[in-house]
DNA sequence: TTTATTGGTGTCCTATTTACACGTTCGGCG
DNA sequence: CGCCGAACGTGTAAATAGGACACCAATAAA
């Protein structure tokens, strides 16, 4: 069976953030390696990751974290950057957890990251027997291997793209959404405040924002205008985006 | 000897650019394939590559291209994505030359795309038998395995970086150089035109663009003020620096 | 009916962008 | 040695974008 044989040195690692109007968070499993009597050596957590199949591209092996965990093939999935420092695996718990795995210990292992963004509203998560939970990105601990500084880089270059690619920060939120809760996802994932009216003249210069026949309901104040995100029209109206220099 | 065993199944190709004020080049290593007959079955191109020692870390494998290729050890060099498609090894030519060095033709290689960029000017290029040379990045015809794709990546890649990290683009320049020189480098690699004085109100607001007490000379018309670019200065400046939204 | 809460709007000031033309200084050449 | 060709270096006016800032409106809950 060829779609069984796996890359043994090589992974993917996907970090995938979600949101939910409060802060950003991101899907950890829970590791925990027991001794023979059935104790606790460590406990930790580490990034959802996938080996690869060796007749499978990348991008599908990573495709399938998300797709297991929430049922939903057509989720925002990006690679960003891989990481293959010998050192990678070097930590001792490290160590002892690949012994127990029954994994070459020496043996390096490249892993190619991916973020993926959900709005964390509406998904449900599939367990399967692991335990994965969402964790504000700025909580997390220590993390197994060298997850901490993939998670630091995933989070440099999902800032960096929100800033010079407005379209991912409509992959955060619900199809129809308020022109304040795409505020906040600006000022949670870079960390600023903003000021509203002056949002809004940006806002107001998007062709591709809809505003939908709809408001808000249920809320305990004046309903928000609902608005939504038109792809097509974002695509087209980038051709002639000017940034900078030219 | 551990430093010579290779994870083989794991490489890196380096996109090395070079910049001439004329136009964007690219090195390239002919590839010749030969019959029993030492008859041509087919000739290309393909980008500078390398494997990787198992105890080596990709950035590392990475620069040993163009440090054996120029003798320099400093040059700007940055890993920009990975790429891991079965089908990168598909084409009969790809076959047939991987079955002529050896090699398993059914064996996927993830290969992990680097830039590099060298001011073309001062560089004497060492061939050590290879056959490498400069093509300008319009010109290079059809390329081995996914070459042409890794090539379009990397100039997408250095595109948008120099729109928002202006300094890469004195890694095109020597260290002395005109504000003609430097607003060639945004044209060229951008592919548009730019209006000299605004460029220059653009510059006026680098503090990192040093002025010297120096002169172009020899050139048969007015002589241009001479500038160097000041790293520390620019890490500093960058620190608050703001981009679109923030 | 009152209250708490968030939604939605405009102005002034400053900074940045864009379009646009001409005198200057050098080497080369006749 | 004077003229020519070629790139250098400079400023202004108009339009657009950015930043600071405050109040009334609409809803649900009490």
């Keep these: 069976m060829v779609s069984t044989m796996v890359s043994n040195n090589i ?12 802060r950003l968070n991101v899907l950890l499993v829970d590791r925990t390696l027991l ?38 093939d057509n989720i925002y999935l990006e690679q960003f950057r891989t990481f293959g ?4 695996i070097r930590r001792p718990n490290d160590q002892l957890w690949l012994r127990s795995c029954g994994r070459d210990p020496e043996r390096r292992v490249v892993t190619v990251g991916y973020v993926a963004l959900l709005a964390r509203r509406d998904i449900r ?30 989070l440099k270059y999902i800032r960096n793209k929100l800033i010079n690619e407005p379209s991912v920060g409509f992959e955060l939120l619900p199809p129809k959404f308020t022109l304040t809760q795409l505020q906040t996802v600006y000022e949670v994932i870079l960390g600023v405040r903003l000021d509203k009216r002056n949002f809004r003249k940006k806002t107001a210069r998007m062709s591709y924002l809809i505003p939908l026949d709809e408001k808000q309901t249920g809320v305990a104040h004046k309903p928000a205008q609902l608005y939504s995100f038109d792809k097509e029209l974002y695509e087209t109206s980038r051709k002639d985006f000017n940034s900078f220099f030219i």
């Design 85 to 88: 420092s010998p050192d990678r």
């Design 125 to 154: 998560l599939i367990w399967k027997g692991r335990n994965v939970k969402w964790y504000p990105v700025d909580e997390v601990g220590d993390l197994a291997f060298d997850h901490n500084q993939i998670l630091a880089e995933a």
């Design 35 to 72: 001794d023979a009597d059935g104790r606790v050596i460590f406990t930790d957590r580490t990034l959802t990751g996938n080996h690869v199949f060796v007749d499978e591209t990348l991008d599908a092996a990573a495709h399938r974290i998300p797709a297991d965990l929430t049922g939903l």
């Design 11 to 22: 992974s993917v690692d996907c970090v995938i953030f979600g949101f939910d109007f409060e």
